[in-house]
């Protein structure tokens, strides 16, 4: 599988230098540590810093929404992997202004030891921290497991109304609250279609038949629920959408926001014929789609397939998903 890198070892360090070379009027890297990367637009003084991090692969996730209205700071771990305690405690040291600091991240074992440690260093030295972890993956766990469930695309609804409420100067507990019934009113269901590799083994992260999809693939390759044959994006939708209200109660009148997330190399064309049919699955719901997001928010490197996610949507949360953002790979206006 083809890649345009230079030495397979150092494609994280040298993303990070384009991306801030690209971006310098947005974001910065820290001398303090080179796997960081903060907005270097001034922020105000007793705002509460946001923290997001990651593995690397998934971009424009998770550099791309550090900037206004979203993340201050950004931790970045290697290919798929969580960042380590040390960039995400010095990101919080650089983008803490005297109200705390909220981390976001993915409901994944490394990201929840890592941040976990970051979080109580940073304590020590004074500044208070709290937690927010992703979990919309439906397919990754039953309901009765929730806390078990992986964060993957929904994350980013997470980030939206998180970096909005910081925004807008609510305290720390209230920026959490928002984030954690954000991540509470988010389900996400994918598909998988075609495997990505790694840099440095050139390798399909996975085998599946050329006639083969696999329902809930994760945004590593973690199996999904089952494999099924490759269908028509109608039919693919349809089933998507039925694990999810399935999952949440959405009754008619309700309002969602709604993104159809590709994973890498599944074409705009074929994004936007799925999300014509989840308009009109919703539409004969009754349910109103309030504000709608297609495109490549959270990859896979180059995996084939894609998600969908609905955050169902109260005044409160369609305010901060208005809130207008500027990121370099996100804005809103």
Excluded: W
Aim: proline content about 5%; some cysteine; overall charge negative.
């Amino acid at each position: 599988m083809k890649k345009l890198v230079n030495n397979p070892s150092n494609v994280v360090e040298e993303m990070l230098d384009g991306y801030v070379k690209a971006h310098s009027n947005y974001v910065r890297r820290l001398e303090e540590n080179d796997r960081v990367v903060v907005t270097s637009r001034k922020t105000a003084d007793n705002k509460v810093g946001i923290v997001i991090g990651g593995g690397s692969g998934h971009e424009p996730a998770f550099l791309g929404y550090v900037g206004d209205g979203m993340a201050d700071g950004v931790a970045i771990g290697n290919i798929f992997a969580s960042p380590p305690p040390a960039p995400i405690l010095e990101a919080t040291k650089a983008v803490d202004k005297g109200a705390g600091v909220l981390y976001i991240f993915g409901n994944y074992a490394g990201d929840n030891m890592n941040f976990g440690m970051a979080a109580e260093l940073a304590e020590m030295e004074g500044i208070k921290v709290e937690k927010v972890i992703i979990s919309d993956d439906v397919a990754s766990a039953p309901k009765e497991e929730k806390e078990k469930r992986r964060g993957i695309a929904g994350e980013f609804f997470v980030f939206k109304a998180a970096g909005a409420a910081a925004d807008k100067g609510y305290p720390l507990e209230d920026v959490a609250r928002v984030a954690r019934k954000t991540n509470e009113q988010t389900r996400s269901m994918g598909v998988g279609l075609s495997p990505c590799s790694l840099p440095q083994t050139g390798k399909p992260s996975f085998e599946i038949g050329e006639d083969e999809m696999e329902l809930g693939l994760g945004h590593h390759g973690e199996p999904g629920i089952k494999r099924v044959p490759l269908d028509t994006a109608d039919n693919v939708a349809d089933v998507l959408l039925s694990y999810i209200f399935e999952d949440i109660k959405l009754d008619q009148g309700d309002e969602v926001a709604v993104l159809v997330n590709g994973l890498g190399s599944t074409p705009l064309m074929e994004q936007y014929i799925v999300f014509r049919r989840v308009e009109e699955v919703l539409k004969e719901r009754g349910i109103r789609i309030y504000r709608s997001y297609v495109g490549d928010y959270i990859t896979s490197l180059e995996m084939g397939g894609l998600s969908i996610t609905l955050t169902k949507l109260d005044d409160e949360l369609k305010e901060l998903i208005d809130h207008p953002v500027n990121c370099p790979r996100f804005t809103q206006k």
